[in-house]
């Protein structure tokens, strides 16, 4: 039981960035979604300026729609990916 709580304490700490597509009407769009622990979530897609936030629900991650956190979420994740130089960002954060 120990070395469960402590894998699911490891990942409730960690940051992962997974490519996925999504639906948006009758199109596909390929985002990058940017997991903070079992908190929550930001994705984005760069060349559509598609965006929004994520967080747990009782039948899964319940994605929110938000154009005008684009250009935020997209220089977190390159900024997490080291592909710009570190700075502050501000973005939304929804509490359970």
Same mark, same amino acid.
């Given at each position: 039981v120990v070395g469960i709580l402590n894998k699911i304490d490891k990942f409730n700490t960690g940051i992962t960035i997974t %490519?996925?597509?999504?639906?948006? $009407?009758e199109n596909s769009v390929e985002v990058k979604t940017l997991y903070y622990g079992l908190a929550g979530a930001?994705?984005?897609?760069?060349? %559509?300026?598609y965006s929004g936030t $994520?967080?747990?629900g009782s039948d899964g991650w319940i994605w929110t729609e938000n154009a005008e956190i684009s250009k935020e979420v997209v220089d977190l994740i390159q900024t997490y990916e080291g592909a710009r130089e570190a700075t502050f960002?501000?973005?939304?954060?929804?509490?359970?």
């Open positions: %490519s996925e597509i999504r639906n948006i $009407g930001y994705f984005a897609s760069e060349s %559509s300026g $994520g967080k747990p960002v501000t973005l939304p954060v929804t509490t359970l």
